[in-house]
């Protein structure tokens, strides 16, 4: 069904939960992949020994500096870039009236500036070179209905679906398509915290599917959008929440 020979992939935060599912699945149908990351040296070098066409590249990706390096590590080993998967992020609490701008700032360093320096030096090189990329974006469903004591969080990806929809228009002309995945929970270790005590069941219980789903399942719908058989959706928001928040 899926066929990504000859095709290159950056993939963010791409050793561990989604992005290292989202990963692998794009290594297996062929592409050759780089997957970044900042600290966890461990999954990373696992998942390189995995696949002998995925390369790893460590990074804080919300640098200038980094975020290019990123890119043109893609093309100095792999030739060209066609794919581009936004989906490094991080996730914690901010309570409304806390004046916490230092927590703020991190959150839209980290979650909105990273995927803007990622993606814009990436667009300069395929508007230079021609090549008809994708770009798919991972947003939240906290970015469309908000989400009480994560208003950062809710900020960031509220603002990456307005940046798909932007770039979608701005781009599809040049060939250039671009989407956004919108997950709702998902059982990784990012929500630890939530997830203590009696949380998660709290949760799942509010999930229609009657569970919470796992990184693969929200991987699955990413690598759809990255492929040709997504060929004519551009600007759309694919929400994967196990029908927790219906929204269009």
């Known amino acids: 069904m899926f066929n990504f020979e000859g095709k290159t992939a950056i993939v963010t935060g791409g050793t561990r939960g989604i992005g290292l599912e989202v990963s692998r699945i794009l290594a297996k149908y062929g592409a050759k992949v780089v997957a970044s990351y900042r600290s966890n040296d461990k999954a990373a070098e696992k998942l390189k020994k995995e696949f002998n066409n995925i390369e790893v590249f460590k990074g804080d990706i ?6 290019k390096g990123l890119v043109d590590f893609a093309y100095e080993k792999f030739g060209s870039l066609d794919i581009l998967i936004n989906n490094a992020g991080i996730w914690d609490y901010l309570y409304a009236g806390s004046f916490d701008v230092k927590t703020w700032d991190n959150m839209i360093k980290n979650n909105l500036r990273s995927v803007y320096l990622v993606t814009d030096y990436a667009v300069s090189k395929w508007l230079k070179d021609g090549t008809k990329g994708r770009i798919v974006h991972v947003s939240s469903t906290a970015g469309q209905r908000g989400e009480a004591e994560h208003a950062h969080y809710a900020a ?14 701005e781009l599809a002309p040049k060939g250039i398509i671009t989407n956004c995945v919108a997950p709702g929970w998902v059982d990784t270790e990012l929500n630890e915290k939530p997830f203590a005590g009696d949380g998660k069941e709290k949760i799942r219980k509010t999930i229609p599917i009657g569970r919470i789903p796992k990184p693969i399942e929200i991987a699955w719908p990413i690598v759809f ?4 058989l997504a060929s004519a959706v551009c600007g759309e928001i694919f929400n994967v929440n196990g029908g927790s928040v219906l929204c269009g």
């Open 62 to 67: 919300s640098e200038v500096d980094i975020a």
């Open 156 to 169: 960031t990806k509220g603002a990456i679906i307005a940046y798909t929809k932007s770039l979608s228009s």
């Open 225 to 228: 959008l990255a492929s040709d």
